[in-house]
């Protein structure tokens, strides 16, 4: 085994405590969403985002999220709306998401917090994309439930 993978197979993974672990989430988790090449020009292209100029506020909303602690009072559909309105946002861009996300939680924590992370992005995804599509709009999963891409592909790998 190498001295990396050594390194990584016995750090010591915790769960999410604080703000300050909310940043370092939340900046690995958008430079992975801004480099995707299904998701990413969302960010780069249409809305042009500025990493530094979101953060503060999308860290207020997840703070809020998982700790109650932080106010977070902006409208967090407006900004999707308006997207959705110059490139139209489909399950397939909101499972790539959640892929991300969960997988970008997955690396960095786990604990319940870390759960409650994932498990809110898989329910803020699902709602936008209700509410942007309708709620008749396919989510991916034949019970009504939204359904990451990961899992569509191990579905479809498996028949």
């Known amino acids: 085994m190498s001295a990396a993978r050594e390194a990584r197979d016995t750090r010591v993974v915790r769960d999410i405590r604080d703000r300050a672990d909310l940043d370092v989430l939340l900046r690995r988790f958008y430079t992975e969403a801004f480099a995707d090449p299904l998701i990413g020009p969302f960010f780069t292209e249409v809305a042009g985002t500025d990493l530094e100029a979101h ?7 997840w703070e809020r999220a998982l700790f109650r602690t932080a106010s977070y009072g902006r409208d967090a559909f407006a900004p999707h709306a308006a997207l959705h309105a110059v490139r139209p946002l489909t399950a397939a861009h909101f499972g790539r998401w ?5 997988a970008t939680v997955d690396g960095l924590h786990a604990g319940p917090r870390a759960e409650r992370a994932k498990a809110q992005g898989e329910r803020i ?15 991916g999963g034949g019970d009504g439930g939204f359904v990451p891409l990961a899992t569509l592909r191990l579905r479809t790998a498996a028949v």
């Open 55 to 61: 953060l503060p506020g999308i860290t207020d909303f």
């Open 125 to 139: 995804a699902l709602a936008l994309l209700r509410r942007l599509a309708g709620p008749d709009a396919p989510t």
């Open 98 to 102: 959640v892929q991300l996300w969960r």
